[in-house]
């Protein structure tokens, strides 16, 4: 007789290897096909809504591996949500507008930006932004990310743009937006305005000068022939210089050398003497800040006074303690010149070029004339001490030129009038990390006001008329207006028409008694476009609400879109957008260090998924500390994918031993499981737990190394490998066989669900080869539930020490197969040298050949322990040879064969089963 076909080895069709670049992309095929996104929000329809609002990506590019763990982490939320009891649609978005787009037509040579009018130019911008959209929604569908997809909001749409302007009419309306000329961030080498969050900082190497100034009106206090002294790193805004800054409370000096007399901050005194070589100086005089405000001076190039005056923002950390002070430059001078009434003297242009109010410099550009700036204030005999240094310095995000502070004509929000609401709503919102809301709460403290409008052309307009006196026209007509005609034909009409014709049919003005208007020019920061989706999405949309549950974007966007978002909706609604905010580091190579192709080290996502699959991209994902910056590089890759391969051989083997239950007929009660099926079924619902609990904290990381660990150890190690054979060779329906496959039932099916948002391409993979289940596909089931079992203290505890003392075992044995000793662990025997209360634990366990998997076990007290007994960590262990020879079938190690005459090669389990259940037959 063939043993053989008495053993009930695995059978299933699924495979061993995962192949998931090629099987990936046909099960997304097929879920567009039934339309899964939808059959998941019917099947959740009724419950608690859950939004996740997505925060627009730039259209432009490839995806890069931040957008890869972006996506991904919102995945695992939406996916876990709708599996725990909530509606969760998920609408992705697109950001459109900006530069960028403009930048990249005209350097690709695709437009000839002269030849056409702004309303063409915009329409070839438009086209070529839903290019990247499409190139992009094939990426992220790719990543394996579900969502309304073919309905995604995008803020070049015609209702996402009158929704927008909604939220501007609404901010004029409460009196936040207002017109000024006031310093901003603006950058030469694009031409514009930009907002914070478009500033990041690389170093830069300028000159520090040290420069006097005569006093020539001391109003009694100084005698007329001091100079003060300041510092500064920015020769060029000298020539814009009207005043010189002291703080009202500090003390300051006048100081004889034999050069002359000096005013400077009297704590700086001394290192300044250091540093300009003054030898047998005398302080002549102290006075308080308060006491010389009024002062004036001549400026050390032109024929005109800069005024002493005070200011809080002086400090000694670097410097004189006497500031130089020009208002169209920095927005300390500009607050602290608006309580002098000081003039808002600019003389540099929108290219960063000098203009005829700078004579000696007009024509050149800021940064050229440092140093012809410098050599005329040493002419002058004005300059103290030239030196250079590397420093910290603003540069545009997009062109990463330097940008200078400029005094221009702008349209802002004002922050100041809702600074205290903003503040109190960043208290009440969640953080995750916690240390967001310090840094959120920060920046809303310190921040100016926002300065909104752009000298662009592809964005969406300022919504403002102008009458002939020059006077701005918002009102609730035009905006209404302006809003319809956008959510009609979309924002291209305002640079399609002439003003009259945007506004509302027989409009009258009392600004235009002739009816002549005129429009405004300028466009939106693109940070008020996608600051404003809460209203253009939240509130637009049917089926998704505000505020949103979570915000989930990168740690950039406390100065992005988390700070522009909650600028407007606290500015129209009062309210925060969002209940909690949750932000996530920069990927980096394996190395820490950031990726460049200049470096070399650039992983591509769609790389990695042509070559190892989105499961494994998206199980990397899970592995990381996403909260802080994080490593990804091939090796890490290897090591993601050599846990996948666990996983599935895990999901593989327990599909392979469950080809014949029918949980339905086959399924044993808990109450009549064995105490070891009883504590596995304890450890999974532990598992349920545990993992259920991470996804409602968001983290990832936890899910992921609770199942590898389950996996590995608790089954690979441990019950499969005890398992195996009561599964083999028992009959089909041995109790002890079915109460196996109860436990493994249980098991692979909480293991799918529970992995279902991570690695759903081989769930899905998984459920399918499933015989009999609830569901045609996994994502349409919901979370397992935490059960209740009763009296499982004793069990647990007894179960988890024997894990610990079965550890010693397996070691033991390891050790005896390395020394040759034995080739198998079923051709051992071994003999257990235990302390009393694990003497009696192991006693009172049936089955411990099974249990550590070899052909004999005896268990005796440390008291007996002989000579030879290896000491482990918990008992002294001595492996021999079993006695005895193979089972055929079983390959147990046996002293009893051959007592069936008809069997002589079976030992007597085999041989029962196999005269009462295939001979028999």
């Known amino acids: 007789m063939n043993y053989k076909e008495t053993l009930l080895m695995p059978k299933t069709d699924f495979p061993m290897r995962g192949n998931l670049p090629n099987r990936e992309p046909e099960m997304q095929q097929d879920w567009q096909a039934e339309e899964i996104y939808n059959k998941v929000q019917e099947r959740t329809k009724g419950r608690p809504v859950f939004i996740l609002h997505d925060g627009p990506p730039y259209a432009n590019g490839d995806i890069h591996m931040g957008h890869a763990l972006n996506k991904i982490l919102k995945d695992f939320i939406v996916r876990s949500k709708s599996m725990t009891g909530y509606h969760a649609p998920y609408v992705p978005g697109w950001d459109t507008h900006g530069l960028p787009i403009e930048t990249a037509l005209t350097k690709k040579g695709k437009v000839d930006r002269k030849k056409l009018s702004i309303a063409e130019f915009r329409q070839k911008c438009e086209e070529y932004a839903l290019e990247q959209i499409d190139n992009q929604r094939e990426q992220f569908k790719r990543l ?35 017109k000024g000329k006031k310093p901003v961030y603006w950058s030469p080498s694009s031409e514009s305005a930009l907002a914070e969050a478009e500033i990041e900082y690389h170093d830069k190497r300028s000159p520090s000068i040290y420069v006097t100034f005569d006093v020539t009106e001391g109003k009694g206090i100084l005698l007329g022939d001091e100079k003060i002294i300041i510092w500064t790193t920015t020769p060029w805004t000298i020539p814009a210089n009207l005043a010189i800054a002291l703080h009202p409370d500090l003390d300051y000096a006048v100081v004889e050398t034999k050069n002359g007399k000096y005013v400077a901050a009297k704590d700086l005194i001394e290192d300044l003497a250091e540093k300009f070589e003054w030898e047998n100086y005398e302080i002549t005089g102290e006075y308080t800040g308060k006491q010389l405000e009024g002062i004036r001076t001549k400026h050390p190039l032109y024929d005109r006074e800069s005024l002493v005056i005070l200011g809080d923002h002086v400090t000694l950390d670097a410097g004189t303690g006497c500031v130089h002070t020009a208002p169209g430059h920095g927005e300390d001078d500009y607050i602290v010149g608006q309580r002098y009434n000081l003039d808002v003297l600019c003389p540099v242009d929108d290219r960063g070029v000098f203009t005829e109010e700078a004579p000696m410099f007009d024509g050149l550009f800021y940064d050229t004339a440092n140093k012809p700036i410098t050599e005329k204030l040493e002419e002058a005999g004005h300059l103290l001490k030239l030196d250079f240094f590397t420093h910290s310095y603003p540069h545009d995000w997009r062109t990463k ?38 840094r959120l709460y920060n920046m809303v403290r310190d921040r100016g006001d926002w300065c909104i409008s752009r000298q662009r052309a592809w964005g969406v307009p300022i919504p403002i008329f102008y009458g002939e006196n020059g006077e701005p026209i918002i009102t609730d007509e035009t905006i209404s207006h302006v809003s319809q005609l956008f959510r009609e034909h979309g924002s291209n009409i305002w640079f399609e028409k002439e003003a009259a014709d945007l506004l509302p049919e027989n409009f009258s003005s009392e600004h235009s008694p002739n009816g002549v208007f005129t429009k405004e020019t300028d466009i939106m920061d ?11 999405v939240l509130e637009e949309r049917e089926d998704l609400q505000r505020p949103a549950d979570v915000y989930l974007e990168g740690s950039d966007q406390y100065r992005g879109w988390f700070n522009s978002s909650l600028s407007t909706s606290v500015a129209v609604t009062g309210k925060a957008p969002f209940k909690s905010v949750i932000s996530h580091g920069f990927t980096l190579d394996g190395k820490g260090k950031k990726m460049s192709k200049s470096l070399g080290n650039v992983i591509i996502p769609n790389k990695v998924m042509k070559q190892l699959g989105a499961d494994i991209l998206r199980l990397w994902v899970a592995s990381v500390d996403y909260q802080a910056d994080v490593r990804v590089s091939d090796d890490i890759l290897k090591q993601v994918a050599e846990v996948y391969r666990k996983i599935r051989n895990t999901f593989r083997f327990m599909l392979g031993n469950l080809n014949d239950f029918n949980p339905a007929i086959d399924k044993v009660p808990y109450e009549e499981l064995s105490s070891l099926n009883k504590y596995m079924m304890v450890k999974i619902n532990d598992l349920v737990r545990d993992v259920r609990s991470a996804y409602d904290e968001y983290q990832f990381s936890a899910v992921y190394n609770k199942v590898h660990n389950f996996c590995t150890i608790e089954l690979s190690s441990f019950f499969m490998d005890i398992a195996k054979d009561t599964l083999y060779t028992k009959h ?35 459920w399918a080869h499933l015989e009999h289940k609830e569901a045609t596909a996994v994502q349409l089931t919901d979370m397992p539930e935490v059960k209740s079992f009763q009296n499982t203290e004793e069990i647990v505890s007894d179960w988890d020490r024997f894990m610990v003392l079965r550890d010693d075992v397996m070691k033991a044995l390891e050790d005896a197969r390395n020394e040759k000793g034995i080739k198998k662990n079923l051709h051992a025997a071994v003999e257990v040298y235990a302390e009393e209360n694990d003497k009696k634990l192991l006693d009172s366990i049936d089955n411990l050949t099974k249990l550590f998997i070899t052909s004999g076990v005896e268990v005796y007290s440390t008291m007996d322990k002989p000579g030879e007994a290896a000491d482990y960590d918990e008992m002294s262990i001595l ?13 147990m190690v046996s002293t009893e064969l051959g007592k069936d005459p008809e069997h002589p090669d079976l030992c007597p389990e085999c041989t029962e089963t196999v005269v009462h259940h295939y001979v028999s037959r």
């Open 144 to 178: 394996g990310v579900r969502g309304d997809w073919e309905n995604p909001y995008v803020t070049l749409t015609h209702d996402y743009e009158a929704q927008q302007i909604k939220v501007f009419g609404e901010m004029a309306k409460k009196g936040y937006i207002y």
């Open 401 to 438: 030129k330097p940008v200078i502070f400029r005094a221009t004509s702008q349209w802002f929000a004002s922050i100041d009038n809702i600074r205290e609401n903003l503040l109190r709503e960043v208290e009440r919102v969640e953080w995750l990390p916690k240390w967001g809301e310090t």
């Open 526 to 536: 693109v940070w008020f476009d996608s600051g404003s989706s809460h209203q253009a």
């Open 732 to 766: 089909s329906d041995h109790p002890e066989r079915r109460g196996i496959q109860t436990v493994m039932h249980e098991a692979l099916t909480s293991l799918v669900k529970l992995l279902s948002p991570l690695i759903p391409h081989t769930a899905e993979e998984v």
């Open 879 to 891: 492996v021999k040879r079993a006695e005895g020879e193979t089972c055929e079938r079983c390959w």
